[in-house]
Nanobody, 121 residues
Framework: VQLQASGGGLVQAGGSLRLSCAAS????????MGWFRQAPGKEREFVGA????????KYADSVKGRFTISKNNAKNTAYLQMNSVKPEDTAVYYC???????????????WGQGTLVTVSS
């Protein structure tokens, strides 16, 4: 499986943006799709994750209530809906796949290439 993230861009604070993560190849029901982000000069951090089998989700406290992960099985695509964005959400966003419902990036073994989100104040 390969992952392709897209949808990044420039958005004003308070606005919304939806990122996509398209998978080529089969996504097994045991997979977990995760989103991470890396701001300039900072470590890559967990944003959220979703079990592909039952769409259970969990989020980092910093995005809880503002970001939502969803999927479209027919399109083999996961989404990260970002609402009420803040300047501190500026980062390169990555999607990744794991078989563990984990917040740890070391548990994810397939990574997309990243898409840049810039939030202006």
């Amino acid at each position: 499986v390969q992952l392709q993230a897209s949808g990044g861009g420039l958005v004003q604070a308070g606005g919304s943006l939806r990122l996509s993560c398209a998978a080529s190849g089969r996504i097994y029901s045991s997979y977990v799709m995760g989103w991470f982000r890396q701001a300039p000069g900072k470590e890559r951090e967990f944003v959220g994750a979703m079990r592909w089998s039952n769409t259970n989700t969990k989020y980092a406290d910093s995005v809880k209530g503002r970001f939502t992960i969803s999927k479209n099985n027919a399109k083999n695509t996961a989404y990260l809906q970002m609402n009420s964005v803040k300047p501190e959400d500026t980062a390169v966003y990555y999607c990744a796949a794991s078989t563990q419902y984990s917040t740890q990036r070391s548990e994810y073994f397939i990574w997309g290439q990243g898409t840049l989100v810039t939030v202006s104040s």
